[in-house]
């Protein structure tokens, strides 16, 4: 009976002091490598010392937005601490996930699921005479997008949601901020916005021209995007990049080569990204 008592008092000092001790310890090295470690020396290359530091500490600790200037960059960046911005940061602006193996002239572009906007402005430094559409249903991340774009006239900024149906969805915003999602069964307390199609999208600012970069990263609802027919502006792309989602919805990849098994794209792999580039 003694040994009883002394087994659950020992299991409930474990509980209520040591674990959470270990837990700390655990944190501290996890956030210890991941910034000194892995971030801090790879962003140095491309930010310099002092702004890596800037970037890594004031989103792990800060509390109000603060700016980062990126080499090549004509404007810094505005950065939300404690969200994913870091982790998209890193995407865009140190991986350069949209830095295409091949150069194209570039008239119109479409960034479709644009987050806070890094993409956008990485492109257009990089095709500065193309008209960019950024198209965005979260509201936190919207704002995000138009403070960040609002020194480029060539991006148009759209709160909406890309769907293949003109309709009313809502943004699933209880996880990252890069990972929102768009539903037509939402509930209350989320954020409702307009569903658009990608021929809505050309009807209003395409102006008659092909799309010469699609980019596309809409957290699974490209399985609905290539459900439905689309060869309108399927006909029209040159060049598509898109991050696929089947890890969160099975079977995008499935719809979207369904979806092109009729036009001539050759395919790659970058990253994360599924690149279809135009074979004509």
Not at 64 to 92: K, L, Y
Not at 202 to 218: M, S, V
Not at 245 to 270: V, Y
């Amino acid at each position: 009976m003694t040994t009883d008592k002394q087994s659950r008092s020992a299991l409930w000092l474990y509980l209520r002091l040591i674990k959470p001790l270990r837990s700390a310890v655990i944190f501290v090295r996890f956030f210890l490598y991941r910034t000194l470690i892995q971030r801090v020396p790879n962003y140095s290359r491309k930010l310099g010392v002092s702004q890596a530091l800037r970037l890594v500490f004031r989103s792990w600790f800060g509390r109000s937005e603060f700016q980062v200037s990126v080499p090549g960059i004509a404007h810094p960046v505005w950065v939300r601490p404690g969200t994913s911005d870091v982790d998209v940061f890193d995407q865009i602006f140190i991986s350069e996930a949209y830095n295409l193996p091949f150069t194209i002239p570039a008239g119109l572009i479409l960034d479709l699921g644009a987050n806070v906007g890094y993409a956008s402005v990485y492109l257009a430094k990089r095709y500065p005479n193309a008209r960019i559409v950024a198209v965005e249903p979260d509201p936190s991340n919207f704002r995000a997008l138009v403070r960040n774009t609002e020194p480029y006239p060539n991006v148009i900024a759209m709160e909406a949601a890309i769907w293949p149906r003109a309709e009313q969805v809502a943004v699933d915003n209880s996880g990252p901020a890069w990972a929102h999602q768009v539903t037509t069964k939402g509930t209350a307390g989320m954020p409702s916005v307009d569903g658009i199609t990608i021929d809505d999208v050309l009807a209003r600012w395409g102006g008659g021209a092909p799309i010469d970069l699609l980019k596309i990263d809409i957290e699974g609802a490209e399985k609905e995007l290539f459900s439905v027919p689309c060869d309108s502006w399927l006909a029209r792309t040159r060049i598509m990049v898109i991050e696929l989602h089947d890890h969160m919805i099975p079977g995008c990849e499935q719809a979207l080569e369904r979806a092109t098994r009729n036009f001539r794209f050759l395919k790659m792999i970058k990253g994360e990204d599924t690149i279809l580039v135009r074979n004509e």
